[in-house]
């Protein structure tokens, strides 16, 4: 006789039984039922977070899990008791566009919190006695600063990346902004930079951290590298993370960027998949050396290794099903050991795999066109969700039937046109083109023309182009104005 398989919710009762009679302790029993596949299977939505006047671009809990901090088109940030839906604390970010991210600093009581924008600041808001918010500007970047990191533990450090390449970090004591390096192409005749969209730090070394954007690579850092007195180039990665067959492939980009708990890189790619990378599975420092790049005399193009990283012993997990073509989505764990992995679609729905096996488990729909961002709670099973929609929404196990995978999944994604042309305000493009004005500005009074100025005078035509078919084709659902 064939033996049933036990369920989930099988062996949560064995895990019960155990506890009672200590065969299981109480902590082990709390991880284990957390983990429990059956309460990923009834997450349901138990709360709108509605009070923003434009798309959210950024949710996170606080470190004790008590608030959600959000940040939006209407650069406006709001810290919420997610429990309730009530606004604790809203107050104008003092960016002039978009908020992208807005984190609170551990250990500083819910009081300190770090926020960046599309118009390439990155700032700091003390919240004061009383509830008022005083913001300052920490550091400048001449392109978006999609995303920033927080040393882990760390109430003072915080790291930022931007579309202009730059790898900033920055120092809340003392208020100074450090340049670490400019994140520049590989395998090109003429080098360019990387406009940068992730960035994140390893939890269990926090001396690592990785960046990603507009190419095929993943790249690690170690702080412990730099020297701060300035005589040393840090720009040289201490590894390279990428699927043999991406590489060398110019139309993929890095999307968003996760750690795990036990340090697997998790790597999100646009109009592509989801990835996890353990770390033997690197490219190594040297992708010049390591590669079978060669050259044709006559041409100038540039052939990429194809061999490395080929052996199936080593290649990454890859998580399928989503849609990440419109919009800059992050990518993350959840499970209280990282055992499942979450992404936001163009579909506007929020896809769960396990870790393991790469297996889709749960499709839940989140928004009416695309979700963005999905943070998990820090310690029960409870995440938030944001995207095109001006709400929040959370969702906790409190669904009384399991939830099965819908039939549709590939029917609801949108027509694609094409990675990150999601129609943005007037607003938002004037301030990319102000950016970029200075940026040229900048490479011209010093005299040198290089390859990045030549690349901020194609990016500023491709935004005059942009803004002048805004003028037709923007509605409702994608104004942010």
């Not at 096996?357 to 979700?371: P, T």
Request: include cysteine; hydrophobic fraction near 35%; proline fraction near 4%.
């Amino acid at each position: 006789m064939k033996k049933r398989p036990r369920t989930s919710l099988d062996q949560a009762v064995v895990d019960i039984g155990r506890r009672e009679v200590g065969g299981l302790s109480a902590r082990s029993f709390a991880r284990r039922l957390a983990a429990s596949e059956d309460l990923v299977l009834r997450l349901d939505v138990y709360n709108k977070l509605d009070g923003h006047r434009g798309c959210v671009n950024t949710v996170s809990f606080s470190g004790d899990g008590d608030i959600v901090i959000s940040g939006s088109d209407d650069r406006h940030v709001k810290l919420w008791d997610w429990q309730t839906g009530k606004v604790k604390l809203s107050f104008h970010s003092g960016h002039h566009s978009n908020v992208f991210q807005a984190e609170i600093m551990p250990y500083t009581d819910d009081r300190s919190i770090v926020t960046c924008a599309a118009d390439g600041e990155a700032r700091h808001a003390q919240i004061l006695e009383g509830g008022q918010a005083e913001t300052m500007l920490l550091a400048k970047h001449q392109g978006r600063v999609h995303k920033l990191a927080i040393e882990p533990g760390s109430p003072h450090i915080v790291y930022t990346c931007a579309e202009d390449g730059l790898v900033q970090r920055l120092d809340l004591r003392s208020k100074t902004a450090t340049e670490l390096f400019t994140c520049q192409e590989v395998y090109r005749t003429h080098v360019g930079v990387v406009h940068l969209n992730a960035i994140a730090i390893d939890p269990r070394n926090p001396n690592l951290f990785v960046i990603g954007g507009s190419d095929e690579y993943a790249r690690i850092y170690d702080i412990r590298n730099y020297k701060w007195n300035g005589s040393h180039n840090f720009g040289r990665s201490a590894n390279y993370f990428s699927p043999s067959h991406l590489i060398g492939d110019a139309q993929v980009g890095i999307t968003g960027l996760a750690f795990s708990d036990q340090s697997e890189l998790l790597v999100s790619y646009n109009d592509e998949f989801i990835y996890l990378f353990t770390q033997e599975m690197g490219l190594g420092p040297d992708l010049l050396s390591a590669s079978t790049k060669s050259v044709d005399s006559n041409s100038s193009e540039v052939t990429s290794p194809t061999t490395v990283n080929a052996d199936d012993n080593v290649t990454p997990q890859v998580y399928k099903g989503h849609r990440n073509r419109e919009t800059v989505k992050g990518v993350g764990f959840f499970g209280p050991k990282c055992e499942y992995v979450m992404s936001g679609s163009d579909c506007g729905r929020i896809f769960i795999w396990k870790k393991k096996g790469g297996q889709l488990i749960r499709v839940m729909a989140a928004d009416k066109h695309v979700v963005n961002c999905i943070k998990p709670h820090p310690y029960t099973p409870a995440l938030a969700s944001s995207g095109i929609e001006n709400d929040i929404k959370i969702w906790t196990p409190r669904a009384i039937e399991r939830a099965t995978l819908p039939t549709n999944v590939e029917e609801l994604k949108p027509k694609a046109r094409g990675w990150m042309n999601r129609i943005l305000s007037s607003r938002d493009l004037l301030s990319q083109l102000h950016s970029l004005q200075r940026w040229a500005a900048n490479v011209l009074e010093h005299g040198r023309e290089t390859s990045s100025s030549s690349a901020a005078r194609q990016e500023l035509m491709e935004l005059f182009c942009t803004l002048s078919a805004n003028d037709d084709r923007c509605d409702g659902v994608w104004k942010t104005d």
